[in-house]
């Protein structure tokens, strides 16, 4: 399995969401978070489908959608859905410092999705994680 610094496989789709292009995930991939050491590692598994950075549009000059930041935004995307918004925002900003991101830029970038990024639909307290089982659910022991 690739890790969050390995290059990211996608296929571009036929989709839009708000003018944006998506690109689903044709190889999984997966980030150890050193912040929260007690998580096993995060699994973005393949067929996910990401819009890569949000960025609005006067924005895009200063930080491209697709960069050196795109594995940490796919990563974001995945995490929305599984962690509160300030945990999501602080593993994109571990992933974009492990990708080496221009700090300045990954210093607007965490912020922004801090403030103004998406409320996360998470229904359970921890993502899915590379112990669970083929269904997702937890393994009991």
């Not at 929305?80 to 593993?91: D, K, S, V």
Request: charged letters at 20%; hydrophobic letters at 45%; one cysteine or more.
């Amino acid at each position: 399995m690739r890790g969050v610094t390995d290059p990211l496989v996608v296929k571009i789709t036929q989709g839009e969401v708000q003018g944006r292009g998506l690109a689903r995930l044709v190889e999984p991939f997966q980030f150890t978070s050193r912040r929260y050491p007690d998580l096993d590692a995060i699994i973005v598994p393949e067929g996910f489908v990401t819009d890569f950075v949000s960025v609005p549009w006067f924005a895009r000059p200063f930080i491209p959608v697709i960069g050196r930041a795109a594995k940490a935004a796919v990563l974001h995307d995945w995490t929305c859905t599984r962690f509160p918004r300030a945990m999501a925002a602080h593993l994109f900003l571990e992933a974009m410092i492990l990708l080496h991101v221009d700090p300045l830029r990954r210093w607007f970038m965490f912020w922004a999705v801090r403030l103004f990024g998406p409320i996360p639909r998470h229904t359970e307290t921890f993502p899915p994680l590379a112990s669970r089982g083929q269904s997702g659910q937890p393994q009991r022991s």
